[in-house]
């Protein structure tokens, strides 16, 4: 009888010691996440697109383009959006498509920006410019119109043409059928970045 209760109690004490070697001991390193692993970063700061394959972008978001090689060839920030812009220009030509809107833009190029299919950098055309209605509908009027540039001085708009090694900022003006949609940047095919107006 006291063999049987010596056994059961080397058994106990061996199943006790097993479970605080599992509570305090080391811990499986498969089991735990490693923060400085780059591609578990990666995965968390890939950006996020939408139902068009846009990428969705909101005041104050970095945004860019890279090469090839991944390198970054420019960058840009839309820091604010006026739905009613006030116009200043002596002359400004009537309104066509319902309402203004001005991003305000600030961008920065990289000298491998030079002879990529980014070059020179477009940001500022209104052509590249596209309205998607609340409904998803691609409006297919044109942004830019003589009302867009006759509201201000050409010295406060974001420059059309941004080449290499550059810094620019300005404002973008749109006139658009309405405001509760999202503006596309869309420099080349397949690629586009999306602002929501609201």
């Excluded at 890939?46 to 005041?59: A, C, D, F, M, Y």
């Excluded at 297919?140 to 406060?156: A, F, H, K, R, Y």
Aim: proline share 7%.
């Amino acid at each position: 009888m006291k063999k049987g209760i010596s056994v059961l109690a080397a058994v106990a004490a061996m199943v006790m010691s097993l479970a605080l070697a599992g509570c305090g001991g080391q811990s499986n390193p498969d089991s735990t996440v490693n923060t400085n692993d780059p591609e578990s970063q990666q995965t968390e700061q890939e950006p996020k697109t939408n139902s068009r394959g846009n990428l969705v972008k909101h005041i104050g978001d970095k945004a860019s383009v890279s090469g090839d090689d991944g390198k970054e060839l420019a960058n840009w920030t839309v820091t604010a959006i006026n739905l009613s812009p006030q116009c200043t220009e002596s002359y400004q030509a009537p309104v066509k498509n319902g309402h203004l809107v001005a991003l305000d833009v600030q961008v920065n190029t990289t000298p491998k920006l030079h002879g990529s299919m980014y070059d020179p950098f477009h940001i500022g055309s209104g052509s590249l410019w596209k309205y998607i209605g609340k409904d998803g509908s691609l409006w297919n009027g044109d942004l830019l119109n003589e009302s867009t540039v006759s509201c201000i001085p050409s010295t406060e708009m974001l420059p059309s043409d941004i080449g290499p090694g550059s810094k620019a900022q300005g404002k973008i003006i749109l006139d658009l059928p309405q405001t509760d949609g999202s503006l596309v940047f869309s420099p080349v095919e397949g690629d586009g970045w999306e602002y929501p107006l609201q």
